[in-house]
């Protein structure tokens, strides 16, 4: 993951990293930041919603991939508005509902919806984003 300022896109930080480390993610996809700053990351292939500090140290990782309460598969995109991260995903044709400590709230059927595909711009001024991870 790299971070750059959103006004000057000039490079502020690179984190995360390629793994199966808490801190690491395999197939970054959804990017959101609170108000905080705290950025949150959807990897893709482990199902982990992993949140990271406005200096991009790892906090702690939520959800998992699965098909149960608070479990998602096949996410790519989140927003958070009000307090609460929002989750589309498509591989359980639902949203799910977190709290900013990662607690799952409650989900919503997206059977029949198109379900999003893109994420509003973080509104603090830095914007996170998915570089290539090469091997």
């Known amino acids: 993951m790299q971070a750059f300022d ?3 896109g000039t ?3 690179r984190f995360a990293g390629k793994g ?3 801190h690491q993610l395999d197939k970054p996809e959804g990017i959101a930041v609170d108000l905080e700053g705290n950025v ?3 990897d893709y292939s482990s199902g982990f919603i992993k949140k990271y500090d406005s200096t991009y140290a790892w906090i702690e990782s939520f959800s998992e991939y699965g098909t149960g309460p608070g479990q998602n598969m096949k996410s790519e995109f989140m927003d958070i508005r009000d307090g609460r991260l929002y989750l589309p995903e498509a591989g359980n044709h639902r949203i799910d ?3 900013l400590s990662g607690r799952f709230l409650n989900s919503t059927s997206a059977a029949s919806a198109r379900l999003p595909e893109s994420s509003t711009i973080p ?3 830095r914007s996170a984003a998915t570089a290539i991870l090469r091997h």
């Open 20 to 22: 199966d480390e808490n």
């Open 11 to 13: 490079f502020l930080s």
């Open 97 to 99: 509902v977190f709290d």
């Open 123 to 125: 509104r603090p001024q």
């Open 40 to 42: 949150f990351v959807a």
């Open 6 to 8: 959103a006004t000057s």
